[in-house]
């Protein structure tokens, strides 16, 4: 009989070392790279002269891209070998950051967006996969989870800071830092990783093109059609390709060997409810940030830097919201922390909906946002819980990645509608688009109308997250349950 094959780990007693640092910086990277450009929208659309669905656009063909083929990205690490695409990815991420860099025109950078979320999607889950198979279980795993865990908050504060730091003096900088960093990465991660052991799997790739040109071409059309008209050819098309290419995914993933979005997972009526409270909640982060921060630049006039920093009591607030969910989480019901974070967003983005040209940041600004990041806090922390509630150890990664998948496109897809909101707002008051600094006064207070009913489009997905919440029966303990089968799954 043979011996069974001892695993060899890389890294077995402390995480902190040249692996780690190429892992967690690339997950910084990546977050980072999420956010960091909302700071300089009103820089780009004044350079290069970006239309209001173009400026969007920027920040919408990267999370759309990332979303939309992260779990194809996943699976090609396990067919390819996960260092292999880990440095085909973060490769193609750098050369995209260049690109974005160097870009002269609207199509330029968002081409070079959507290969940059590509490229992140390939190397992220990669990355996390490679967490697992370099570090032994133990003390070692577990510092280095905590440690690549940690760079998603990080990277969310840093982008707003650093975006706004250097679009002070270039917006271009905030893609170009990134080919020094990626350069680093793929040098330490040739040196420091190992390849892993793979096998031929058969890859859905007709799934994870079909469900992202879909996407792609609904948003198109949703974002496009306040300023070519709903009835134009282009729009129309748009949409219908899009939910003709949306059908063609749904048959394929019936249909696939290995599909992207199992259909067994949706026959759980409370999984459901959370994973559209999960997409809903992701369509607040998302599109809130992106109007708050044309707002303070465009109508109140803040510099990037200071608009970056007014962002940090968000992320004040959401700490205070996550270590009260945290603790509160396996006592209370779920769906009632879900639905209690979802009323105080929805309370502070109303009340951002009445905001003018008049206001200014501690008066008016300071406590709503604190507040909307308290809630967002006391909502992210179970929903991720409930998503692998009562399944077996051996699906928790894959619905986690399914997760992450519907948060990421939340946000697009919502943005192309509140997008759309906010343009037809501002036109029907007599607005352009354009750069603020070239509007007279009546023209700038309808553009800060339009961006005020955007956060009112925010309340509306807020609305619908806590409505969903109502839906999901999990008990505290059911949770509890699920939280050490996750803590579990992560020390295996």
């Known amino acids: 009989m043979a011996e069974p094959t001892t695993v060899r780990y890389p890294v077995t007693t402390r995480a902190f070392g040249l692996a780690i640092i190429v892992l967690s910086g690339l997950q910084l990277m990546v977050v980072l790279d999420g956010t960091v450009a909302n700071l300089a929208l009103a820089r780009l659309q004044d350079d290069l002269g970006l239309s209001d669905a173009g400026r969007n656009w920027v920040v919408t063909a990267y999370a759309l891209a990332f979303g939309g083929l992260m779990l194809l990205g996943g699976r090609i690490g396990d067919a390819l070998g996960r260092k292999r695409m880990f440095l085909v990815g973060v490769g193609l991420f750098t050369l995209s950051s260049l690109l974005c860099g160097l870009a002269v025109n609207e199509a330029t950078l968002i081409i070079s967006r959507a290969l940059q979320g590509t490229g992140a999607a390939i190397a992220a889950p990669t990355a996390l996969a490679l967490v697992a198979t370099t570090f032994a279980p133990g003390p070692a795993r577990n510092q280095a989870i905590a440690i690549f865990a940690a760079m998603t908050g990080v990277g969310s504060i840093l982008g707003l800071i650093i975006g706004g ?24 991660g040739v040196v420091a990783l190992r390849e892993t052991d793979h096998e031929r799997l058969s890859l859905d790739v007709p799934g994870a093109v079909l469900g992202t040109l879909g996407c792609t071409a609904v948003v198109f059309g949703i974002s496009e059609g306040p300023s070519f008209g709903w009835q134009h050819p282009a729009v129309l098309g748009s949409l219908t390709a899009g939910l003709l290419l949306l059908a063609g995914f749904l048959y394929v993933e019936r249909t696939a060997a290995n599909p992207l979005l199992p259909f067994v997972l949706f026959t759980d009526r409370d999984r459901v409810a959370t994973f559209v409270a999960i997409f809903f909640a992701g369509a607040v982060m998302f599109s809130m940030t992106v109007y708050v921060a044309l707002f303070v630049q465009d109508i109140l006039q803040f510099p990037p830097l200071r608009a970056g920093l007014g962002f940090i009591p968000f992320a004040v607030g959401m700490g205070i919201g996550l270590a009260a969910a945290s603790t509160l989480v396996t006592r209370v019901a779920p769906r009632w922390l879900i639905a209690t974070g979802a009323v105080v967003m929805i309370i502070g983005l109303l009340y951002g909906s009445t905001l003018d040209g008049s206001a200014t940041y501690f008066a008016n600004l300071f406590v709503p946002v604190i507040g909307i990041g308290f809630g967002v806090g006391l909502a992210v922390v179970p929903l991720p819980l409930c998503a692998v509630t009562g399944v077996a150890e051996t699906e928790i990664g894959p619905l986690t990645a399914i997760t992450q998948v519907a948060q990421t496109l939340g946000g697009p897809l919502a943005l192309a509608v509140i997008g759309a909101m906010a343009t037809s707002r501002t ?51 059911q949770v509890a349950a699920a939280q050490a089968a996750q803590e579990a799954v992560q020390r295996a």
Do not use: H
């Open 165 to 188: 730091a250097l679009t002070e003096f270039s917006w271009r900088w905030i893609f170009l830092i990134n080919v020094p960093i990626g350069v680093a990465i793929v040098v330490g």
């Open 427 to 477: 036109i029907s008051l007599g607005g352009v688009g354009g750069k603020a600094a070239d509007m007279d006064p009546q023209q700038l207070w309808a553009l800060g109308e339009g961006y005020t009913f955007a956060l009112l489009g925010c309340a509306v997905c807020a609305a619908l997250a806590g409505f969903a919440a109502l839906f999901i029966r999990f008990t505290p303990q």
